[in-house]
């Protein structure tokens, strides 16, 4: 079977990579490298089809230095032990390790010693956050190189050396239809150039025009994958823009979501926002967003862009206060410290010195609560950015003065 057409652009030296200047600019860290004939244990991380696996190979081609690749889902341990037997053969090697983050601990720990020893220099390549996804063990012994998204110049200048080097015989494409594969690629070279493989090998004569890329895929490509960083993004995004009450953003990032057809996340995520970021000033928005949940759920889409636009646009021009979430935060940071202390007594199960509230005036009585060591702890701190708030905020205030003036009794 023929090599993909994004296989054979693959590039052999960092000169002919994409993009990440930070990295690979005159006088940058990996061209430097180069330039100094030296290589380290390195975790390169970023998004799909920016580059990771071939600034990789690209490395280890311009030092010449010996080098395997493995898999860390596809490879098993006797892959591994054979990597390593090699190693031993030639005193070291380097070994370039795909989708490191999913790298088992049995594999871990034949890792671990070969690296510490120097007889493996790993480059690890991953498309998750190495600070939350790699065991701290091997991510201490890599230096850590963040590959950017590419730009969509960087795309463009690609595309334009691929359709050069004929590959794709007697292709004809204008400037027009390039800059809709850019648009399109969601800055993913490697789905650009599947994307100009795909239109080529679906056209007799091989001319390739902006209608006629759009007659065969007009589904706009964004980064949305559950198993990267992106997909949490995105998610970031859309919780941002609501808490900051910039309603446009929302719609944007619900869009993205909605065209996923990504229903649970969004619905996770709208009665998260509900709760931390509008919490007490509009208490109501919990009821809002549960009837748009359900309603979504029961039309389903496309009619589900209906009920989750209106809460959205609802739940940013909101007012906001995190002050419940600040609150159990605090309480939480308490008890993981150990700032518990003892339950007081007469609050225990079937205490005889208990003192019942609805016993007396108002549904009131100035009682110990909280253990004697934090016994007047404050961990909620009421906002004013809703009437309803400020109400709570009366309450507790009125609450707090009845407590002193009963103690300086």
């Known amino acids: 079977m023929e090599k993909p057409f994004a296989l054979k652009l693959k590039p052999q030296s960092l000169k002919e990579c994409y993009g ?16 100094n004939k030296k290589i380290f244990s ?9 580059g990771k696996t071939s600034i990789a190979t690209s490395l280890v081609n311009d030092l010449n230095v010996r080098y395997r690749t493995l ?28 989708e490191i983050h999913r790298l088992n601990k049995d594999k871990q720990d034949l890792l671990l010693p070969v690296l510490e020893n120097g007889l493996i220099t790993l480059i690890g390549l991953t498309s998750s956050n ?20 590419l730009e969509e110049e960087d795309i ?9 080097k004929n590959i794709l015989e007697n292709l004809e494409i204008d400037n027009e239809a390039i800059l809709y ?64 009450s910039d309603v446009d953003a929302s719609l944007h990032y619900l869009g993205r979501m909605l065209k996923a057809e990504d ?38 889409l496309p009619e589900a862009v209906i009920p989750l636009s209106t809460v959205v646009i609802e739940l940013a021009l909101s007012p906001k206060s995190n002050s419940s979430y600040q609150a159990i935060n605090s309480a939480l940071s308490d008890i993981e410290t150990g700032r518990c202390g003892m339950i007081p007594d007469h609050i225990k199960t079937n205490a005889k010195d208990y003192l019942y509230p609805h016993d007396f005036k108002n549904s009131w009585v100035n009682q110990q609560y909280l253990p004697d060591n934090i016994k007047n702890k404050k961990y909620y701190i009421p906002k004013t950015t809703s009437n309803y708030e400020k109400m709570l905020k009366d309450v507790y205030d009125k609450l707090k003065k009845l407590r002193k003036e009963e103690k300086n009794e």
């Open 130 to 149: 190495p600070y939350h996804s790699i065991n701290p063990a091997i991510r201490s012994r890599c230096h850590l190189f963040e590959l950017k998204p």
């Open 181 to 244: 594969i850019v648009k399109r690629s969601g800055m993913d070279l490697r789905y650009a150039y599947n994307f100009l493989e795909l239109a080529y090998y679906s056209k007799d004569d091989h001319k390739i025009t902006l209608d006629f890329l759009k007659s065969i895929d007009n589904k706009p490509n964004f980064f949305h994958d559950k198993n990267d960083d992106g997909y949490y993004d995105v998610l970031s995004a859309f919780q941002k823009s609501i808490r900051g």
């Open 20 to 35: 990440q200047k930070h990295l690979l600019g005159d006088n940058k860290i990996l061209s430097n490298l180069v330039k």
């Open 263 to 300: 229903l649970d996340s969004i619905f996770r995520r709208l009665s998260v926002i509900c709760y931390e970021d509008i919490g007490l000033a509009n208490p109501n928005m919990g009821m809002k967003v549960e009837a748009a949940i359900q309603a979504s759920s029961r039309v389903g």
């Open 71 to 98: 898999n860390a889902t596809i490879n098993d341990k006797h892959d591994f032990q054979v990597v390593f037997e090699e190693a031993k053969l030639y005193d070291g090697l380097v070994l370039i390790l795909d």
């Open 42 to 50: 390195m975790i390169l991380y970023g998004k799909p089809g920016i």
């Open 156 to 164: 463009k200048e690609a595309l334009e050396n691929a359709i050069k």
